[in-house]
């Protein structure tokens, strides 16, 4: 059987701080690793983002899209799938979001300052899905745990920093991904599998599905029925 590999949780350096890889370069890596598609999920505002937070709301989300337009077109070049999203920061705690565009932003000045509670009504209002970005991850700047279940769609069960086969994993990243699938398990949440790659040594993360996605909302679909046929964690597991 064919499988389709899509990445779900990716950075560039043009949008976050922490990006390492230009938006085009990143692209054609996950094209030569074989991959279908691919979600930017660049910081956002609340997050580890790149673009001056002093910025009036417009500029900064012209700026912050360009990440993605610059992967679009890169990917429409070389034949890779690029949907837009975005990983939202609320002291520590993330969230991927899917199924939105620039003019969505544009129009939604109040996605801003949201809380997670207004920021799953605004987002859910217009079709998109919230997923918790490795919900159980600790690190010096984040050393509390906080869970959501009533604020999200699905769960980022699968983080490839935490436990792909390729970077030398720590016990307690370990424990996060585990406890991340017990969670999506005790609450029925669909699951995602993402690689949250900011560098350039891939770690082969993502999810595998037997058919190609027409766009961002039939990976949405997807993912909410369940339908990925692998969650993928290193090189081996493609
Ligand atoms: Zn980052
Ligand atoms: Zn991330």
Not at 53 to 76: H, M, N
Not at 84 to 100: A, D, M, N, Q, V
Not at 202 to 207: A, D, E, H, I
Request: glycine letters at 8%.
């Amino acid at each position: 059987m064919q499988r389709y590999y899509y990445e779900t949780h990716l950075h560039t350096i043009q949008s976050s701080k922490c990006g390492k890889v230009d938006a085009a370069e990143m692209v054609r890596l996950y094209k030569d690793a074989g991959y279908t598609g691919v979600v930017i999920t660049d910081h956002f505002i609340g997050g580890n983002t790149a673009i001056d937070r002093s910025l009036p709301w417009e500029e900064w989300v012209t700026q912050f899209c360009r990440s993605y337009e610059i992967a679009k077109a890169e990917g429409d070049k070389i034949g890779l799938q690029v949907f837009f999203g975005w990983e939202s920061g609320f002291k520590g705690t993330e969230f991927l979001i899917y199924g939105l565009d620039k003019q969505w932003l544009l129009d939604h000045p109040q996605i801003r300052d949201c809380t997670i509670q207004e920021q799953y009504e605004l987002v859910s209002a217009d079709g998109g899905l919230v997923i918790h970005a490795h919900p159980y991850r600790i690190r010096s700047y984040h050393r509390d745990i906080h869970l959501y279940p009533d604020c999200i769609d699905a769960v980022e069960s699968v983080n490839g920093a935490h436990s792909s086969s390729v970077i030398e994993a720590t016990p307690q990243d370990l424990r996060a991904n585990r406890l991340a699938e017990i969670y999506s398990k005790e609450y029925c949440f669909p699951v995602t599998s993402g690689s949250d790659q900011h560098s350039p040594n891939l770690y082969y993360g993502g999810m595998a599905f037997s058919r190609k996605m027409e766009d961002i909302h039939d990976l949405i679909r997807a993912i909410r029925l369940g339908e990925a046929v692998a969650l993928l964690n290193g090189p081996e597991t493609m």
